[in-house]
């Protein structure tokens, strides 16, 4: 009697253990692959957010001390004050050019202010400038995670300081020196020539 030989059909268990062991190790590969992936795309926006958020910054604060005028101002009891005030870490002034997309009658004058508090860069305007009891300031939050703040300002015949007015001085405000440092050691610097 002759025995014939069955043709296996499938696979052995050798086999199929070293197809598990092949999907294993190309998943891992794709995972991390793809892992660093995610994480290159959340670093790269993170980073995009803070650049927008320092152009803007940098084209407020261009904006804002290009369009400074020297306009003094009355408080809520009629008291005049300078058109600048200033501390190291601390700047209120009149600037005109308030954009007025409405055509609206008001003043295209305007009061701002640049401060920081707790870590976070704020600028603060209201659309007059004298203080009236119903005006209130709209405050933006505009960066946070920044360390310093510092304002030096110049007069015209060249003396520096932290505070403006110089000791109450008549003399005009020549430039305004800007230093911005965040938490990630970034720093900015700006200069800006005052036209009186």
Do not use: C
């Not at 200033?86 to 009658?105: D, E, I, L």
């Not at 603060?124 to 960066?143: F, I, K, T, V």
């Amino acid at each position: 009697m002759v025995l014939m030989k069955r043709q296996q059909s499938g696979m052995t268990l050798l086999e199929v253990l070293i197809a598990i062991s092949l999907m294993v190790i190309i998943s891992a590969i794709s995972y991390t692959g793809l892992n660093g992936l995610i994480e290159t795309k959340s670093h790269t926006d993170s980073v995009a957010k803070n650049i927008r958020k320092e152009v803007m910054v940098s084209q407020l604060l261009n904006k804002d001390f290009h369009s400074l005028i020297n306009r003094k101002v009355k408080d809520e009891f009629g008291q005049q004050s300078p058109s600048v005030i200033g501390t190291y870490s601390s700047v209120v002034f009149s600037r005109n050019g308030n954009s007025n997309p409405f055509a609206q009658k008001r003043s295209q004058l305007q009061r701002v202010q640049w401060f920081l508090r707790d870590g976070t860069l704020y600028r603060s305007s209201r659309n007059m400038l004298d203080a009236a009891s119903s005006n209130q300031w709209q405050q933006h939050a505009l960066m946070e995670n920044v360390r310093e703040f510092s304002i030096n300002y110049q007069n015209s015949v060249g003396i520096t300081s932290s505070k403006w007015p110089i000791n109450n001085s008549e003399l005009p405000l020549k430039s305004v020196q800007i230093h911005l440092e965040l938490e990630n050691d970034t720093n900015f610097n700006f200069m800006f020539g005052i036209n009186p």
